[in-house]
């Protein structure tokens, strides 16, 4: 509804406006519902089988929102909307992966990526969230030293055993450990534990904190700069005759454990990078795709679930080595899809190298414009600090990643000729045929003959693209040349999803960013600010707005309704409770302007602007305040709008609706529009001045609620041909009034008006005496200029009559007498007094006014529209 707000303000500017709505079809959590609901696993389920009804079932989904949409009003090209799985996007998308191949920056690496044990695959960063109420065990556990410089060696006692302490929450990967890392830049010491008659090694920083934990006291024998400690070596944890080093690292930090830092390779990114550096051989990874130890490990652990019965198991091997074990409450990462907690394991996986292209992402940025602006900040911090963007997927669900193996796995064969050829498959016989061919039609003879290949036999890959991927190149597969966006609108979460991977894609080929406005909207909760759940029982969809829901209790509130509300209450970055008492006030604010479209449609009945437009030039001094008060609110409108501010726009509205059209305006006028002759000049004013209310507020309000807007339009009375609110030449307000000027003198009557209405009388019935300065009384007699019995300041002032005078008196026949001050920009005296006495003046039969010289008679402007003489009168 956001996205369609914004497309409708620029239409109604005049602005040519290309929207494709489109689809991301792939994707696990698909891929789940499938098997879910077919009541198999992937291990029963055949790849293409699992496609064909993930298929299937992207396509009723994606029909089922796009008429739910169009209910909604979405103005958009909904023939040509775009989906995931079409072929034309799957072979730009193929080709856009050989592209970033070619140019270096996909490239395939075994290093350690999150994992999902629970859905068997790897996850990018993006697909995590982070669980602040995770235990996992608090480890202090103690190594043996082998090795130490003789320095160290001699502060010990003859014959004692020296440990490097090490702290970890996650002692399923101790079986794991290649090292310990230490900052060379920190002081070490070596402390005697009298209680347990053991010397520890550990960072002289953190020897108190450590003291605290384990609650002992330790006596300092020995300081020493870490850069020593790379002669140290200890016996591994699990298999004691395994030598291990210290290793120099700088992400070793003094924040919590011990300054020694436990570094399995295979399970940790910063462990992985100080391996490589010192060039030590990666051992083969522990873990499986279940989550599970392999056979790489000790027969005992073998099986076990490292996150659960192998993680205990563990301990249980190393309980005479532990110092200190206690439940540790932190922030750890789950599979967002799962909800269950993810591991880092090594394997070979397809990347992004983000370090190619970060700078120039970063630079890129600079120039979007984003809303609201503090999010800039955010999305730059996570483009600093992204590793590289594992693309991926070990699933069936998704686009090839169209590469070949040999025997030997390391070495993928990937090439634009390989990749054309496939191209050319799917455009025959779709994009299965990656699953149901035989290699040898994938990677036929004669290409391998013209690339020259030795005579091996080669496997086609199992892995597909990360969705990421898929959505991130929407921008080349969807927007015509030059691929650049005006405006994207999501969720705050895409700064990590769709809006990330758009950026790395389009900077990586073309090295610019692909959208120019980037607009972050919060997410819907329950009354109670609770993330909706269909396993809470707590999700209240818009189709229950909509249409209402006897099992939530909700009435049905329409389209209109639903609009309004995202307008005024959800366009904004935090998170919005859907509460009913919110749309309750919403309904009763479109009510509140409905019934005022009603009234400007029925006194503009028979009016044709093209004939009874009247001129500015001489109009009364309230219509032409309502005419520039209406071209204020409009360019504020307008202003709004175009900074995406919606909540602004509803307010302004409904303010501007409330208190300057109904209660003002057309309360004022109603005189002239029901007892002036019909094609008076006096009404014609007043109707030319609706006609533009009524143009004004039908833009104003056309973009939030369009089904409202093309309601009033078709009952028009004089739209011509066009057929939509959005495609009629509406009148140039500032045009119209671009000759004209509002004296002060409307001002001062606006504040004059506003102490008469202070008054607990009904003014109808009075006279005003207004006493001030000869100045104030000449600028508000101007009001008065060419019309009949002080009309223009009775009609203001809702009077009988008005009277001025210089000094004040007593009036006996006074009922209120009223102060104020006016705001004259010279300093000079604006005070006034305002004496409200009853009239002598009779009610006018007809016009209900306090203005004829008796009960039975009409008033002259009455007689004069009913073409009555004077000398009748009695016999009226």
Known sequence: ILKDITVRSALIKGRRIHFTPGWDCHGLPIELKVLKENHKYSSEASQTDIRNKAFLFSQKVKEKQKSSFMEWGILADWPNSYFTCNLTYLIKQLNTFQDLYEKGIILRDHKPVFWSPVNRTSLAEAELEYNSNHVSPSVFIKFSVIKCPDVIRAALDPGSKLSVVIWTTTPWTLPANQAVCYSPKQKYC????SARKEFYLLACEMLKDFEKTMHIELNVITTF?????????????????????????????MDKGTGLVHTAPNHGLDDYIVIKKEQIPLNPCIVNEDGCYNSYTIKELQGKSVLDAGSKLVLDFLVNDILHLEDYKHSYPYDWRSKTPVILRSCHQWFIDINQIRAKAIKSLQNVNIVPDHFKK?????????????????????VPI???????QNKPLVHRILTDHLCSLIQKHGIHCWWEKDVNDLLPPKLKNQLKLPDEIYYKGSDIMDIWFDSGISWKCVLPEPHISDICIEGVDQIRGWFNSSLLTSVAIRGTAPYKTLVLHGFTTDP????????????????????????????????????????????????????????DECTQNLNKVRNVFKFLLGNLNEYNPSIHITSPTHMRALDLYMLYALKNFYQKVEKQYSLIQYKGVAKDILNFVTNEVSSFYCHLVKDRLYCEAQHSKERLDCQTVLHFILSTLIRSIGPVCPHLAEEIFLCLPYRDAANSVFVYEWPNLSKFLESTTVPISVAWANQIRDVILKSEVKTIEMEAIITCSSRITDELQNLNKGLRDNTGLNEFFQVSDVKFAECHENISESLVTLNGDLNLSDGENGSFTVTLLKTKQEKCPRCRLFTSSSQTNLCSRCAHVLNVPLSHQSSV
């Not at 999305?379 to 998704?398: D, Y």
């Not at 169209?402 to 030997?408: E, T, V």
């Open 528 to 583: 109670d600010g609770r993330k909706m759940s269909k396993s809470e029982g707590n999700v209240i969809s818009p189709e229950d707005i909509l249409s209402g829901s006897k099992k939530n209790k909700i009435p049905p509130y329409g389209i209109d309704v639903l609009r309004w509300w995202v307008a005024a209450h959800a366009c904004q970055s935090e998170n919005i409770a859907v509460k009913m008492e919110i749309l």
């Open 190 to 193: 070596v402390a005697f534990c």
């Open 225 to 253: 700069e870490g850069s020593l400690l790379k002669e140290v070596t200890y016996s591994h944890p699990i298999s004691k005759d395994r030598e291990c080093p210290l290793l120099p690292a700088n992400h070793v930090t």
């Open 402 to 408: 169209p590469a070949f193996y040999s025997s030997d």
């Open 378 to 398: 955010v999305f730059q911090r996570q483009l600093e600090s992204s590793p590289q963007w594992c693309i991926s997927r070990q699933r069936a669900w998704g």
